[in-house]
């Protein structure tokens, strides 16, 4: 349908970070799908002024900008229950972005209904994650909707919108030079493409912003104190505070000590392996503290159940799913694990690593009384002959009926012999 149809035109919710890939959709959206556009920006403490993204939405086209604060939302709704799960999508990346993305999408489709817009749009690559977390949960919570992904359809790679920014005279960071393709919030920092899609190549010292050198990280460590309450953080170096400013305080003196620097080769959803690096200083110390807080508080199977937990919660998250029956069935498991996951954990920050030197709650399973060897020792050695004898009677009683009813004995793993 051409530009210059005559008559009102539908209006469309665009993602809009202002960065490369967005910015160039304002006039793209129109030209090629004849759709207003109104730009919807998210402030998920990403460290830009929402205000001034949005008067560029106006000078490139759009025919009204939206800026939300939803930072308090995203930490209290998102992260800190991504955080009581334990959710480290492969052992390594905190789902920073991940976790931005379904809040995102519902804001938008809020204010498509707000703006009577009969569609949504994003700026997302086809062999992303992001395109599949917002895509669904648009398809989840809102089907009627019309989904649009310019840079998807029109396969625009980056040298193209480089090209089509300085036709249109679109203002963009990005350069050839220098192109990497950068998202943050408030719980961590991705960068991705150009020199690092090779994962032999060690990451540039420009690629990271957040952390400093691990060798120019100070020679003296600093201790930190973490409060928790039901698996929450609610306090740092017996300070109370609200989940923003403490993910805050945390970044800035985590990155000053290089703390949560990630080299990531992770598997996408869609199949691919990629090349990701992170920073996310204050989710790598929240993780750890939160962690070493649970190995006093719960006991020995929910402990052990809840890493499987851990795994399918970041898989959820990862893979677009929040918005799904199951993760509220999984949620309602990890929020009453944290029942009594209260106390504080001390923390030593030093040139790349956090180290755990001390966890106290008066939920504590550990029991000095019985884990001593000294004279106040209440533990009743008596009792584990017996104990030692029950344990191990389903295998004496095996070995004696069938292992060793041949005399042959046992064959040891990887100690055994070639067959004769």
Same mark, same amino acid.
């Given at each position: 349908?051409?530009?210059?149809?005559?008559?009102?035109?539908?209006?469309?919710?665009?993602?809009?970070?202002?960065?490369?890939?967005?910015?160039?959709?304002?006039?793209?959206? !129109?030209?090629?799908? #004849?759709?207003?556009?109104?730009?919807?920006?998210?402030?998920?403490?990403?460290?830009?002024?929402?205000?001034?993204?949005?008067?560029?939405?106006?000078?490139?086209?759009?025919?009204?900008?939206?800026?939300?604060?939803?930072? #308090?939302?995203?930490?209290?709704?998102?992260? $800190?229950?991504?955080?009581?799960?334990?959710?480290?999508? +492969?052992?390594?990346?905190? @789902?920073?972005?991940? @976790?931005?993305?379904?809040?995102?999408?519902?804001?938008?489709?809020?204010?498509?209904?707000?703006?009577?817009?009969?569609?949504?749009?994003?700026?997302?690559?086809?062999?992303?994650?992001?395109?599949?977390?917002?895509?669904?949960?648009?398809?989840?919570?809102?089907?009627?909707?019309?989904?649009?992904?310019?840079? !998807?359809?029109?396969?625009?790679?980056?040298?193209?919108?480089?090209?089509?920014?300085?036709?249109?005279?679109?203002?963009?960071?990005?350069?050839?030079?220098?192109?990497?393709?950068?998202?943050?919030?408030?719980?961590?920092?991705?960068?991705?493409?150009?020199?690092?899609?090779?994962?032999?190549? +060690?990451?540039?010292?420009?690629?990271?912003?957040?952390?400093?050198?691990?060798?120019?990280?100070?020679?003296?460590?600093?201790?930190?104190?973490?409060?928790?309450?039901?698996?929450?953080?609610?306090?740092?170096?017996?300070?109370?505070?609200?989940?923003?400013?403490?993910?805050?305080?945390?970044?800035?003196?985590?990155?000053?000590?290089?703390?949560?620097?990630?080299?990531?080769?992770?598997?996408?959803?869609?199949?691919?392996?990629?090349?990701?690096?992170?920073?996310?200083?204050?989710?790598?110390? @929240?993780?750890?503290?939160?962690?070493?807080?649970?190995?006093?508080?719960?006991?020995?199977?929910?402990? !052990?159940?809840?890493?499987?937990?851990?795994?399918?919660?970041?898989?959820?998250?990862? #893979?677009?799913?929040?918005?799904?029956?199951?993760?509220?069935?999984?949620?309602? $498991?990890?929020?009453?694990?944290?029942?009594?996951?209260?106390?504080?954990?001390?923390?030593?920050?030093?040139?790349?690593?956090?180290?755990?030197?001390?966890?106290?709650?008066?939920?504590?399973?550990? #029991?000095?009384?019985?884990?001593?060897?000294?004279?106040?020792?209440?533990?009743?050695?008596?009792?584990?002959?017996?104990?030692? !004898?029950?344990?191990?009677?389903?295998?004496?009683?095996?070995?004696?009926?069938?292992?060793?009813?041949?005399?042959?004995? $046992?064959?040891?793993?990887?100690?055994?012999?070639?067959?004769?």
């Amino acid at each position: 349908m051409p530009a210059d149809t005559q008559g009102p035109r539908d209006k469309v919710i665009l993602a809009y970070s202002g960065g490369l890939d967005t910015s160039v959709m304002v006039p793209w959206i !129109r030209e090629k799908y #004849n759709l207003d556009v109104v730009t919807f920006t998210v402030d998920l403490g990403q460290g830009e002024d929402i205000h001034k993204i949005k008067a560029k939405a106006m000078t490139t086209g759009a025919i009204d900008a939206v800026a939300i604060d939803a930072r #308090n939302l995203f930490v209290d709704c998102f992260v $800190f229950p991504s955080l009581m799960a334990g959710a480290m999508y +492969e052992g390594k990346y905190p @789902l920073a972005t991940a @976790l931005g993305r379904p809040l995102i999408a519902k804001l938008m489709v809020d204010a498509a209904r707000e703006h009577g817009a009969k569609a949504v749009a994003h700026g997302c690559t086809g062999k992303g994650n992001d395109q599949v977390r917002f895509d669904v949960t648009f398809q989840t919570l809102a089907p009627d909707l019309r989904i649009i992904a310019p840079v !998807r359809e029109g396969k625009m790679s980056r040298p193209q919108a480089l090209d089509y920014a300085a036709k249109h005279n679109i203002q963009v960071e990005a350069t050839r030079e220098s192109p990497y393709s950068i998202d943050q919030n408030l719980f961590g920092r991705s960068c991705e493409s150009g020199l690092l899609e090779d994962p032999w190549d +060690e990451p540039p010292t420009a690629a990271f912003a957040w952390t400093v050198d691990p060798t120019k990280a100070p020679d003296t460590p600093q201790y930190v104190t973490i409060d928790f309450e039901q698996g929450r953080p609610v306090g740092l170096d017996g300070k109370k505070m609200d989940g923003v400013p403490l993910i805050e305080a945390l970044n800035k003196i985590g990155g000053a000590h290089a703390i949560g620097r990630i080299d990531h080769v992770e598997n996408r959803l869609v199949g691919i392996k990629s090349r990701e690096l992170y920073e996310a200083p204050g989710a790598i110390i @929240l993780h750890d503290a939160h962690r070493e807080l649970e190995t006093i508080c719960l006991s020995k199977p929910a402990a !052990r159940f809840k890493t499987l937990v851990a795994q399918e919660y970041a898989d959820i998250i990862y #893979n677009g799913l929040w918005f799904s029956a199951f993760h509220q069935d999984l949620f309602a $498991f990890v929020a009453s694990s944290q029942r009594f996951v209260s106390g504080q954990v001390r923390l030593k920050l030093y040139k790349g690593h956090t180290i755990v030197v001390g966890r106290k709650s008066e939920y504590s399973l550990y #029991n000095k009384h019985l884990a001593t060897y000294d004279t106040a020792d209440q533990f009743d050695h008596d009792a584990a002959k017996g104990f030692i !004898r029950l344990w191990g009677l389903g295998q004496q009683t095996q070995a004696k009926l069938q292992l060793l009813k041949d005399g042959k004995g $046992f064959d040891l793993p990887g100690l055994m012999g070639p067959k004769e």
